[in-house]
Nanobody, 119 residues
Framework: QVHLVESGGGLVQAGGSLRLSCAAS????????MHWYRQAPGKQRELVAG???????NYGDSVKGRFTISRDNAKNTVYLQMNSLKPEDTAVYYC?????????????WGQGTQVTVSS
């Protein structure tokens, strides 16, 4: 079992910045990769960014060059630095961890944190 707790959401003006945090606890040693997803009202959940245990990263096209995902292994925490925020970035942001044990993959999700960008 992995428990994820997000923090750092809030209200910000367009062009501003926010940093989200996702603290992991539990069976963190079997985490394979962690992601940030987001879901806006009436839209499907979309991938924002991902980071592997080795530090490889990937980003959704809409956030490339503006968002940066990073991790602090000592704190078991993943961060999402969001710069140059746009109103279309408004969504609930979810932290996701994928664990792997004997080729059996499991998804864990945090409760989500609201990000609202005003124009």
């Amino acid at each position: 079992q992995v428990h994820l707790v997000e923090s750092g959401g809030g209200l910000v003006q367009a062009g501003g910045s926010l940093r989200l945090s996702c603290a992991a606890s539990g069976s963190i040693f079997i985490i394979n990769v962690m992601h940030w997803y987001r879901q806006a009202p009436g839209k499907q959940r979309e991938l924002v960014a991902g980071i592997t245990t080795k530090g490889s990263t990937n980003y959704g096209d809409s956030v490339k060059g503006r968002f940066t995902i990073s991790r602090d292994n000592a704190k078991n925490t993943v961060y999402l630095q969001m710069n140059s925020l746009k109103p279309e970035d408004t969504a609930v942001y979810y932290c996701n961890a994928v664990t792997e044990r004997d080729y059996d993959f499991t998804d864990y999700w945090g409760q989500g944190t609201q990000v609202t960008v005003s124009s």
